[in-house]
C-alpha cells in the first residue's frame, strides 16, 4: 500500500479538501502587502507560500533591525529615560 494511501486512511475526517485549501491560499494571499493589489492574478499555492515565507523572513529582519535600534537607544539615553521606556515595552 502506498503511504498516500496509508496516510489518507489514518487522517479520516481530518483530511482537507482542495476547496478548503484553495479558500485558505486566498486567505493568506489577502496577508501579504504584495498580493493585496493583485486580487485578479491567479498565483499558484506554491507561489502564495513562498512568498509568504519571504514575506515572515522579512519581517524577522525587521524585528531584529529595530531591536538593535531600541538597544543601541537605550545604551545611549540616561538610565531614567532607559527606565521609563522599558516599563512601556513591558505593558
Not at 491560499?25 to 493585496?36: A, F, H, M, S, W
Given at each position: 500500500?502506498s503511504s498516500?494511501?496509508s496516510?489518507?486512511?489514518?487522517s479520516g475526517s ?6 478548503q ?5 486566498t486567505?493568506?494571499q489577502?496577508?501579504?502587502?504584495e498580493?493585496?493589489?493583485r486580487?485578479?492574478e ?14 515572515i523572513?522579512?519581517l524577522h529582519?525587521?524585528?531584529?533591525d529595530?531591536?538593535?535600534?531600541l538597544?543601541e ?9 532607559a527606565?521609563?521606556i ?6
Amino acid at each position: 500500500m502506498s503511504s498516500r494511501r496509508s496516510r489518507s486512511r489514518q487522517s479520516g475526517s481530518s483530511r482537507i479538501s482542495d476547496d478548503q485549501i484553495l479558500d485558505l491560499v486566498t486567505k493568506l494571499q489577502q496577508l501579504l502587502p504584495e498580493t493585496r493589489n493583485r486580487r485578479s492574478e491567479k498565483v499558484s499555492a506554491a507561489k502564495a507560500l513562498q512568498e509568504t515565507c519571504n514575506y515572515i523572513k522579512s519581517l524577522h529582519r525587521e524585528v531584529d533591525d529595530l531591536s538593535e535600534r531600541l538597544s543601541e537607544l537605550l545604551e545611549t539615553t540616561d538610565t531614567t529615560q532607559a527606565a521609563i521606556i522599558r516599563n512601556l515595552l513591558m505593558q
